[in-house]
């Protein structure tokens, strides 16, 4: 907040009208102005505040990201970056207030910050995060009737989406309770039950406003292209009945006809040293489809296998289904469980009939995780219960949460109740005292809050039941605001107290640390000094009570992810950083290993207490691993285009365990299509479809360069070959022979995620793509070529033949998530993509293709009545397409059939 007294004078609104109603003078159709002028006198500045907050008009229009009069910056030519006007204005009829002497600031989210800005009337300055500030200049003359106050600015980066356009923009005046402006609120459509921004013009200009640069070659998503991208053959449905996702090892059908009818139930034998709370969560999903337990039931008999084989992975089962029994074989209780999960998979809404069959089953990896993040938004226990639910279901098991970042800390630990006081809310204030400031739009209190300790156990204890670890992940040294502020917080509480040796026993700032940073999300403000001993006191505090956490949940804490993530620039004038590098006792040198410093030490932290540490490869690759435990779980987060698979290659040759999370395959908060409606990042893919994550080959990364392409839409080259350079050192070599990957993880970052629904959009039903490669290696992937390989679109090692095997097995998992297993989802209340249509007219006849097979289609001509489509028919007139949720309860997006708009 600016620190100078401030009044604010603003347009009057209905507020002041309602006021005024009854006891002004009229003459004629007249109010007198000394009548209005006494009336304006009467209302206080915070009733003026709170009456513009309600009828200012916010709009943001976004121009293009190919602008050719982007301003310098520092004297320097800007090539690229994205234009967009912010116009202001009251409604029509409001009488004008203003006072040269009275001022007023609007603050917003926006993700990338604007580095230039033209405006007649208002200033605007980037402060912190993506936190920006309009002001008036000296010459404003305030909010008039028809008048448009316009605002252009430009921003050194590129903006694709309109969810990236965040809500809640907010008044503040000096001395007053700050409001947030309602025209900039999110709504929600009734239809579709996606979000609706008031504040943002549509991006209409498609072609020119969907280019991240100039020579950007993608795509739009239209109707035309999402026909022509999808097999346009159809298939029989008759594999439905037989299907199980994630795709079994072996599966054989004893008679394709033959069917074992489960009316009666389910009658359950458990020999060995299976108990049912193992099981539980199994027959209470088989229940919730329609097949519950009974004493007259048919028989399932599960039982541990006595002889295991040598090639057998935790989690192996057999599954028989005869005409008279089921019977499930499993190497552990974990198998068993998911044994079970199979019999479900088989089963299809409103039938108690399943086939037939003979599974002989195992994961491919052991490692088979999703990744989400309640830190930046917050997402409810109810969201995380259902997520484990469907996780367990799918035979996903390990669920990465990550609790701590700049925007929130989102878990109670009981040594630091300052972390959840302070650190697990944004208000409408900058101060940072009891309340973090309100980044990425989040100055609605819909958006925050925080797992109690009993919420937390629960969560635990849910997973347990579902046979998923739990991975939780407090980012550091960077992405640390959070905590940094709440610790900030304590400080100040047991300063004033006069207990100086208590408030800085978990602190994590130099105050005498001037350095100058800005961290990726340009922060200034969002890193541990790693130098100073109580920032170790602090992890050390949170490793015991988080460990106790676990521990009391029966859910012991055996992996930790520690982040690991800098800032460069960060601590570089730090009087006690100065200090520990002049102190030769110190073997790191120099500044520029401190962070290396910072994730040895922690991850020796970790290791001490019996916990395998894992972080993010970008940080981990700086260490020297002679100072790292042995056993260290790197994720890889490059993306394929740009060497993913040398950085596996150099952390597999540090023998650590790898787990995939490329993001242009596994990031699941990047858009579905290439389209400004749908939500999401874009910086390492334009688009993340079920369809490209089934076709992902994670044994053979830089294979991929011979069918996908980069983020502007181009091919690649994948050079795997051993490579050394001018020096005679080795700067890439292929992985070793034989040697295979820990696993694969979704990852759902939440900066434009802002609700659980969101959340459930952009993972499903992905997440049942992500669990088909984490669990099956299909026939058609490629081997490795250990020997090293150039690889491009022209090499051709991904043969036709594969792909065309690879083309019919996902419409054959197409098809049954379309006839069967979203219909489960909708069961469960689960708020799944609905995807858009494909559609043509060509000579008046309306055709249609999807992705997802199966689901219920509608058009309508000229807005006229929705109508089901079965087949191509004729029509006339403009068409909209779209299609509905299996239980047809909800719609998916509306599109106008149009022809295809390209690029260039």
């Known amino acids: 907040m600016i620190k100078e007294k401030r009044y604010l004078l603003i347009a009057a609104t209905s507020l002041l009208l309602a006021a005024c109603q009854g006891e002004v003078a009229e003459q004629g159709n007249t109010i007198t102005t000394k009548m209005t002028a006494e009336k304006k006198a009467e209302l206080t500045a915070q009733e003026q505040l709170n009456a513009l907050a309600k009828n200012l008009q916010v709009k943001y229009q976004f121009i293009s990201n190919v602008e050719t009069d982007c301003p310098d910056l520092h004297g320097e030519t800007v090539k690229y970056c994205y234009s967009a006007e912010i116009h202001l204005s009251v409604p029509a009829g409001s009488p004008s207030y203003y006072n040269d002497n009275q001022t007023w600031q609007l603050n917003y989210s926006q993700v990338y ?8 009337q208002l200033n605007l300055l980037h402060l912190n995060g993506d936190i920006h500030q309009i002001t008036p200049k000296a010459n404003f003359l305030g909010f008039q009737d028809g008048q448009d106050h316009k605002l252009k600015l430009w921003v050194k980066s590129t903006l694709i989406t309109e969810s990236q356009l965040m809500p809640n923009y907010w008044l503040s005046s000096e001395g007053l309770t700050a409001a947030i402006v309602d025209s900039t609120r999110s709504l929600v459509d009734k239809d579709t039950g996606l979000e609706v921004q008031p504040w943002v013009v549509p991006f209409t200009d498609i072609p020119k406003q969907i280019k991240s640069a100039p020579d950007d070659v993608n795509q739009y998503a239209s109707t035309q292209w999402l026909y022509d991208n999808e097999p346009q053959v159809s298939i029989a449905n008759s594999h439905v009945a037989f299907a ?30 299976l108990k049912y709370p193992q099981l539980a969560a199994a027959f209470e999903r088989l229940a919730l489809l329609g097949i519950k337990e009974s004493t007259a039931g048919v028989l399932v008999n599960i039982e541990l296998n006595d002889k295991k084989k040598a090639d057998w992975r935790s989690g192996h089962y057999q599954l028989v289904i005869n005409d008279s029994a089921i019977i499930i074989r499993a190497q552990d209780s974990t198998g068993a469980f998911y044994g079970l999960q199979s019999l479900a998979s088989l089963v299809t809404l409103g039938s108690t009939q399943v086939p037939l069959v003979n599974v002989d089953d195992q994961p491919h990896y052991d490692y088979r995780g999703q990744h989400v993040d309640v830190a930046r938004n917050f997402h409810s226990k109810a969201f995380m219960f259902s997520l484990i639910k469907q996780m367990g279901a799918y035979k996903l098991n390990k669920l990465h949460l990550h609790l701590a970042e700049d925007e929130g800390w989102r878990l109670e630990l009981p040594s630091l109740p300052e972390l959840t006081h302070v650190g697990s809310k944004r208000c409408l ?15 609605a ?216 999370a490329t993001p242009d395959v596994l990031y699941f908060d990047f858009p579905y299509q290439i389209d400004p409606k749908e939500r999401g990042y874009h910086w390492a893919s334009r688009r993340v479809t079920t369809r490209s994550l089934f076709n992902f080959m994670p044994d053979n990364l830089p294979i991929h360069a011979e069918f996908r392409v980069d983020t502007l839409g181009e091919s690649y080259v994948a050079n795997d070959s051993k490579q050394i350079d001018d020096l005679g050192k080795i700067t890439h070599q292929p992985l070793l022979n034989n040697f295979t990957i820990s696993g694969i993880q979704g990852q759902l970052w939440s900066e434009t995620v802002r609700s659980d629904d969101q959340a459930e ?55 049954t998530l379309g006839e069967k297993e979203l219909a489960k989802l909708d069961l469960a209340g689960v708020f799944y993509r609905v995807p858009t249509v494909g559609a043509i007219i060509e000579s008046g006849i309306l055709s249609t293709n999807m992705a997802i097979k199966a689901l219920p289609i509608e058009y309508r001509v000229s807005n006229g009545k929705w109508q089901n489509y079965q087949e191509p028919i004729k029509v006339n007139g403009s068409v909209q397409v779209r299609a509905r949720t299996s239980d047809k309860q909800r719609a998916g997006r509306t599109m106008t059939v149009s022809k295809q708009l390209r690029l260039n």
């Open 761 to 815: 959009y952009m993972i499903y039903p992905r997440l049942l793509a992500l669990a088909e490669r984490a669990w099956h290696q299909a026939s058609w992937q490629v081997p490795y070529n250990a020997k090293g390989f150039i690889y491009s679109k022209d090499t051709a090692i991904f043969t036709d033949e594969l792909r065309q095997t690879r083309d019919k097995q996902w419409l054959t998992f197409s098809q």
């Open 113 to 120: 910050p604007s580095y230039a800005s033209s405006s007649d």
């Open 244 to 273: 199980i996702i994630p795709t079994p090892k072996s599966i054989k059908i004893e008679d394709n006809n033959a069917r074992l009818d489960l009316a009666a139930g389910l009658k359950v034998k458990l020999s060995g040293d």
């Open 445 to 660: 209190s819909d958006r925050d809050g925080y797992y109690s300790i009993d919420d937390y156990q629960e969560i635990l204890r849910m997973a347990t039941k579902h046979h998923i670890q739990v991975i939780p992940s407090l980012d550091m040294p960077g992405h640390s605001r959070a905590a940094i502020k709440a610790m900030e917080a304590r400080y100040h509480y047991y300063m004033n107290k006069e207990n100086e040796t208590e408030a800085k026993r978990y602190l994590l700032t130099d105050f005498n640390d001037k350095t100058q940073y800005s961290s990726i999300q340009n922060y200034n403000d969002n890193t541990l000094n790693i130098c100073m001993e109580s920032t170790y006191t602090f992890v050390d505090r949170v490793l015991e009570d988080l460990k106790a956490l676990h521990q009391a949940a029966g859910h012991p804490l055996a992996l930790y992810h520690i982040g690991a993530d800098e800032t460069a620039g960060a601590w570089l004038e730090s009087p006690v950083c100065k200090a520990l590098i002049a102190d030769k006792s110190n073997d790191f040198g120099d500044a520029e290993h401190l962070g290396a410093h910072f994730i040895e030490r922690v991850s020796q932290l970790v290791a001490s207490k019996g916990i395998t540490v894992g972080g993010w490869n970008d940080g981990l690759k700086e260490t020297d691993i002679t100072k790292m435990p042995r056993d260290v779980y790197s994720y890889i987060w490059d993306a394929l285009p740009w060497g993913a698979h040398k950085q596996v290659s150099e952390q597999a040759h540090r023998n650590w365990n790898i787990v995939l």
């Open 429 to 443: 204030d900058l101060s940072d005292k009891t309340c973090l400031q309100p980044q990425l739009g989040g100055g």
